[in-house]
């Protein structure tokens, strides 16, 4: 059967008016799409409700937010949960594999949902997607999966869902890479006072035990004039946090016509008007530069923090990881940053059971983070990824000498993290306001600018607001204060 005999004849029409401008042609199709939401309503006599599931780093955050805002723009109300929901979309990630069994799992319960509703769009996109084997997956086991598609085509979603609606098929469009930029489509935010922004996407780091780079592809920087609008733009909303998003910011503006670098790029930004934090993620140390290290240091608005991700102690594990930088150099730039910016709040990632990792290898790992004293640090046991250098080493480390070494890791990172906070505890911060506190009745929730989050008593008109905080206990990971 060819493709054009399977098109409903109403797709067909429909693509065939569609403007061929990107930004154009992805409004036309939101209109489109808000018309069968209209038909639909009238049909159950009620609004549509959407929910968008997300998984992985910020940057899936940041593309959910895209995903809300045309979902909306269609019409669609959020749901409070996926039990009520017409339309459930999962942005997925696949950096380990729990992430993946995560989403195979719930796929089962949506599957069961959509029995009692059988109008009920499931799409999946992201990371995940842009595996191959994860696709056959779904061909196989998850017919009732209506779209899915990748990384590289989300801007057009709005495109997708209505070809998936117009055709009783599994609609499945993924993309190799890309190098399109598509700016302008609409965006729900999470939180109205902050945000984060893309400065660029992809990498080309390519570390060993990685699959980012396969499902991201290349990295492609945004121009420092649209970063700078997007900026504005929200600031003219009432943003006055934003985090810069990129999976090496550190390399930012390589590519681009006319390059800058990211510490230029920060200069200007702290330029703009009514902005007053502006925090990034994440810096490779490899490229971590001493003019970045001069302009946090001289720059109020930049928070005084930075995730610098280690991924292991040892010079051998980190050449095999292909980081580009040895344990004595990790050090070396650790003690230049505190030198020139005394009150920084470091963190960063570490991986256990790297292949070919010895006791050795990760004593050397114990004695730098007790050399460099993180705030905080984010622990993960190494995950095999099919398609990375690391998953072919045979050296692979016993489930059960991992499991002992992260529980040990663990407790050394928890310890000089609360030792850290206690020295704060007495003194009196400045926190933004994020949100009304789930447990304890009557607090609300703010972060210091080191990006640790202290719980106080307070209101909802305090959302978005930067007020002064005591921090009378340490809890550990977070405070609790008072506001004064
Ligand atoms: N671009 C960032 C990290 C993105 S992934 C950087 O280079 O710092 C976030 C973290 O996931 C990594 O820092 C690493 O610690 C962890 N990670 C990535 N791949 C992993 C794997 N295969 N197994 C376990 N942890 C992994
Ligand atoms: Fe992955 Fe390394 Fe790229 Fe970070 S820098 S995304 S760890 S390949
Ligand atoms: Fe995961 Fe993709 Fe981010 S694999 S960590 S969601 S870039």
Redesign the pocket.
Known sequence: MSKKTIVNPKLYEIIENAPEEEVSRQEYFIEKLRDEVEIREKRLGRKLKCMVNT???Q??ARDSEKILGILEKAGYEEAEDEKHADFVIYNT???REN?NNKVYGRLGYLGSLKKKNPDMIIALC??MMQEEHVRDKIKESYRYVDLVFGTHNIFKFAELVVNSIYTNKQVMEVWDSTDKIVEELPIVRKYSFKSGINIMFGCNNFCSYC??PY??GRERSRKPEDIINEIKTLVNDGVTEIMLLG?NVNSYGKGLDNPISFAELLGQITKIEGLRRIRFMTSHPKDLSDELIEVMASLPKICKHLHLPVQSGSTEILRVMNRKYTKEQYLKLVDKIKAKIPDISLTTDIIVGFPGETEEDFDETIDLVNKVQYDSAFTFIYSKRTGTPAAKMDNQVPEDVVSKRFDRLLKVVQEISSERMKKLTGGTVEVLVEEINSQLEGYVTGRLENNSIVHFKGEHNLIGQYVNVKLDECKGFYYIGSMV
Do not use: D, L, P
């Open positions: 998984f992985g780093c940057m899936n990630c696949t950096v992430a992201g990371c699959i980012v499902v991201r999976q």
